[in-house]
């Protein structure tokens, strides 16, 4: 008895063996279905990564798409939008159909699958409020009053509802079929190729020579019709934009996969990997410079605040080598922006928030006459017509004290002879046969009419046509607009639509109908005059319009769920298995993306790989909590 005391019983294992290389590697074939553990055979684990091609396309080929679409926007219906429906897009239409594609091939692997084997299907309570959001944005979608964009798409969006169902259903996908550590790597290895790829032509586009000006690249994106025409995007010189649509959501795309590059960078020991992962950080940091894009900057700087705090203990146990590295790269950034000024322009447009107050408040275009507001003062100009085709002004004041005007022969106009109102001058004009008028207001001209079929003054647009203007009501960055380049004007514009849509919004790609367009003073004092406004800037006003305040509350829950529960794993600061390694990366990099999305909205660009990354981190939690469970049992 003495000699069987000291015996090892079967089912012990030591703590630390469960990390060694052997053990590890068992443990990668091992799939957790409802707590049970089972064995798969290394070509079952084979089989499942062909489920994974979609998601490699995601992460991969997906980003570089990019195509010449010339399509029919039908919005010339509307007074903001001009006459012209044909539009020619590049970055958009492909990439969502390409998207949509991806996700109905998922959907139908996934119902195979249920049919063939019903418990493969796994549940988790953070699933509850991300089927919230889809259920949500689908039924904003159905009973919106422009259903039918919602479901296929708009004018420099092409977000749909089946697109927002599609990265719903992403995240379960991935969550379903990460199953060993081999599917992880197949992942992230896919993520690093796409990466590097962008890398290429975000150099190319900054030292000028993008590749889509030239020849090939002409070819490359556009039919044959249209090779004989020279191409070139009007995002300024040397300014890189991928084929991401817009320089913007090139920071939003390096605040997403950088802080992963450089967390596996850390813990990577792979004398062959290491050398691509720094060609790959060093890429994205060049795009980022390039991009010149503030959000993506503050992003990374907040993300590594957090990175910090996780990494605490690796960081002090390897001192010697963080430390060095933490100066260096300190050093590298002071000298870099020492060159050109980089971060101190990009920090101070952040920090700039300065109250603002322009002299031109309000134009009101009544049925018998124009007013103007101006530094407090109103101007009221009513305009009249002969049967000699001679055109006559009455000018007030709000008290209705006459104004004198001094005509001017040489030009036909009338000059404004008070000092409430400096160089204000009215012209007479025929505006497309129309008998119109012009108010030049600190060297901007305003046309108006009342020559119409009910005799009312109209402003007419940039579009040519006639409309109503009216000042939209403004909330919490009322007096900051200029802020974030004029985002203060969007948010402070965007808020109060959130009232109407505390329940069902607008419908999925619908913005440009709910923002008030014919808000055409502030659209002219806050940098809009010649835009339209077709999102708001930030995902989470997005998503408040569009699918509603309920659903944007629905996906918070989903993510701060998905936060708490990566914390507290991480926290502990043991990455002691590959799991842990990998989902610290994407705990961090999705952090880092939804702090860019405060002043950024979503994109089909660059969406579906955050997506896919939430889905791949979420499954990651489970396996790294299950094999917590596991050590604890024993």
């Not at 490359?220 to 070139?232: A, D, Q, R």
């Not at 959501?249 to 590059?261: A, I, K, R, T």
């Not at 046309?447 to 046509?465: L, P, R, S, V």
């Amino acid at each position: 008895m003495a000699a069987n005391s000291n015996r090892t019983p079967k089912n012990y294992t030591k703590k630390n063996e469960r990390y060694k290389g052997n053990n590890a590697t068992a443990n990668e074939k091992m799939k957790h279905t409802n707590d049970n553990t089972i064995f798969q055979s290394e070509s079952v684990s084979k089989w499942n990564r062909l489920f994974l091609i979609p998601v490699i396309f995601l992460v991969t080929i997906y980003p570089l798409i990019m195509r010449l679409y010339e399509y029919d926007t039908h919005l010339s219906q509307y007074s903001w939008f001009p006459y012209n429906d044909k539009y020619i897009d590049f970055f958009l239409y492909y990439k969502q159909g390409f998207f949509i594609s991806m996700s109905l091939i998922m959907a139908i692997i996934v119902i195979v699958r249920a049919y063939i084997n019903k418990s493969f299907l796994k549940f988790t309570p953070i699933f509850v409020p991300l089927a919230t959001y889809a259920f949500l944005a689908l039924l904003s979608s159905i009973v919106s009053k422009y259903r039918s964009y919602s479901f296929s798409g708009i004018f420099e969006q092409f977000e749909s509802i089946f697109a927002i169902l599609g990265y719903c259903l992403v995240v379960y996908y991935v969550y379903l079929f990460i199953q060993t550590e081999q599917d992880v790597k197949f992942i992230i290895n896919s993520l690093l190729i796409g990466v590097l790829f962008l890398g290429l032509i975000g150099l190319l586009q900054y030292i000028g020579h993008d590749i889509f000006a030239t020849e090939f690249g002409l070819k490359l994106i556009t039919p044959s019709v249209y090779w004989n025409e020279p191409l070139e995007f009007t995002f300024g010189k040397n300014r890189v934009y991928l084929t991401l649509y817009n320089p913007n959501y090139v920071g939003v795309y390096v605040s997403l996969v950088l802080p992963v590059l450089i967390i596996l960078t850390i813990f990577n020991k792979s004398l062959k990997l290491l050398p691509i992962y720094l060609i790959a950080i060093a890429g994205m940091i060049l795009c980022l410079i390039g991009s010149q894009s503030t959000t993506g900057l503050f992003a990374i700087v907040a993300s590594s605040l957090l990175a910090l705090i996780l990494l605490r203990k690796y960081l002090i146990k390897h001192f010697y080598i963080s430390i060095p590295v933490i100066l260096l790269a300190i050093a590298a950034l002071f000298l870099f922006n020492k060159s050109n000024n980089y971060l101190t322009v990009q920090l101070n447009k952040l920090l700039n928030i300065n109250k603002t107050q322009s002299k031109l408040t309000d134009i009101q275009t009544m049925d018998d006459e124009v007013r103007v507001t101006y530094n407090e003062n109103t101007l009221r100009t009513k305009f009249f017509l002969d049967d000699m085709g001679n055109c006559f002004f009455e000018v007030s004041d709000d008290a209705d004290n006459s104004i004198p005007v001094i005509f001017d022969e040489s030009n036909g106009s009338f000059t404004v002879q008070d000092e409430r109102f400096p160089s204000f001058i009215i012209t007479p004009v025929l505006y497309d046969n129309i008998y119109s008028f012009t108010i030049k207001i600190d060297g901007h001209d305003w046309y108006f009419t009342n020559q119409t079929e009910d005799g009312t003054y109209y402003f007419i647009n940039n579009c040519g046509k006639l409309d109503k203007i009216k000042t939209a009501p403004s909330s919490l960055f009322t007096g900051y607009e200029q802020y974030g380049s004029g985002r203060g004007y969007l948010w402070s514009r965007t808020i109060p639509l959130l009232k109407k849509h505390l329940f069902l919004g607008s419908g999925a790609d619908t913005f440009i109908f709910e923002f008030p367009q014919q808000d055409y003073v502030n659209l002219y004092n806050y940098g809009y005059v010649d835009q339209l406004v077709t999102k708001p800037h930030s995902l989470y006003l997005q998503i408040g319009v569009q699918t509603g305040v309920l659903s944007l509350l629905a996906l918070i829950v989903f993510y701060f769920m998905y936060f708490i529960s990566s914390f507290k794993l991480y926290i502990k600061g043991q990455f002691m298995t590959y799991y842990s390694k990998v989902g610290l990366s994407i705990f961090i990099g999705t952090f880092s993306y939804l702090i860019c999305e405060i002043a950024n909205d979503s994109s089909i660009t660059v969406a579906p790989v955050f997506w896919v990354l939430i889905g791949l981190g979420i499954a990651i939690n489970h396996k790294v909590n299950l094999s917590l469970k596991d050590e604890a049992a024993e």
